[in-house]
C-alpha cells in the first residue's frame, strides 16, 4: 500500500512564526502536491513537484514556498504565518501522471493565533 | 473557477438505500476520478473513468461519464453507515498539468 505520511496532524502557530509542513511518501512516486482544504472552497492548489529540486506554482502560491531535496520529501514553508492560512493541509504524491491517481496524507490542520 | 461541481452538497440517506451524487465540469477532460473523505481525514481515491468510458464498476461503486454533457455520477449502492464521508470529484483536464477538484458532497447514512 502507498503511504503518505505528513509530520503534524495538529498545529498551533503565532502570526509571523516560520512554520515547517513536511510529507513524505514511501512508493517512489515522482509528483507530489500540496492543497490546502477550506469549507465552502475545496481542495486548492498550493505548489506542486514533478521531480528532485523541480516545483511548480499551483493556483494560490502566494505566502508559501516548498522545497524537495528528495524524492519523497515534500515540504511546505510558510515564511511569516498569518491567520488566513489556518486551513487543513493536505500531501499528496502520484505517479502516473500529474493528472492520474493520487495518494493523499492524513491532513495537518494549521491553527495561526 | 472550479471545474468540477458537485450535486448535492449534502445527502442524507438510511442504510440500505442507494446514493447518487453527480458532477459537472466545464472543460475537455483526460480523465475523472472520484475520492472519499472521512471527516478530518486525507481522501482517498475511490475509481478513475477515462474520457473514452462510458461506465465503470467498483464493488458497490458504479460511476458513469457522460462527456456530451460534461457531467458524470456516483452511485453507491446498498449503503451502510461506514459510507457517510464527503465525496469530490476530480478532473484531469486536456490541457492542464494537473487536477481540479470540485467542492464535494456530504454524505450521510443513518442507521
Known amino acids: 500500500d502507498v503511504k503518505v505520511t505528513q509530520s503534524s496532524r495538529y498545529l498551533v502557530k503565532r502570526t509571523g512564526e516560520k512554520v515547517f509542513l513536511e510529507c513524505v511518501q514511501d512508493m517512489d512516486h515522482e509528483n507530489m502536491f500540496w492543497y490546502r482544504q477550506d469549507p465552502g472552497l475545496g481542495l486548492r492548489l498550493i505548489y506542486f513537484s514533478y521531480d528532485v529540486k523541480m516545483k511548480e506554482k499551483g493556483d494560490i502560491p502566494e505566502g508559501y514556498s516548498v522545497s524537495r531535496e528528495k524524492k519523497e520529501r515534500f515540504s511546505l514553508i510558510l515564511e511569516s504565518a498569518s491567520t488566513n492560512q489556518t486551513s487543513m493541509y493536505l500531501c499528496a504524491s502520484s505517479t502516473e501522471g500529474l493528472r492520474e491517481t493520487q495518494y493523499f496524507g492524513p491532513g495537518t490542520r494549521l491553527l495561526v493565533l | 473557477s472550479q471545474q468540477g461541481e458537485e450535486d448535492p452538497q449534502a445527502l442524507s440517506i438510511q442504510e440500505g438505500e442507494n446514493a447518487t451524487m453527480n458532477c459537472s465540469y466545464k472543460?475537455?477532460?483526460?480523465?475523472l476520478q472520484w475520492y472519499r473523505q472521512n471527516s478530518g481525514r486525507g481522501l482517498v481515491h475511490l475509481i478513475l473513468i477515462r474520457s473514452n468510458e462510458r461506465e465503470k464498476h467498483s464493488g458497490r461503486l458504479r460511476v458513469t461519464l457522460d462527456t456530451s454533457k460534461k457531467s458524470s455520477s456516483l452511485l453507491i449502492t446498498a449503503s451502510r453507515a461506514a459510507d457517510t464521508a464527503s465525496y469530490f470529484c476530480?478532473?484531469?483536464?486536456?490541457?492542464?498539468?494537473?487536477?481540479?477538484f470540485g467542492e464535494g458532497t456530504q454524505l450521510t447514512v443513518n442507521p
Open positions: 472543460t475537455s477532460i483526460n480523465n
Open positions: 476530480a478532473t484531469g483536464e486536456t490541457s492542464g498539468s494537473r487536477l481540479t
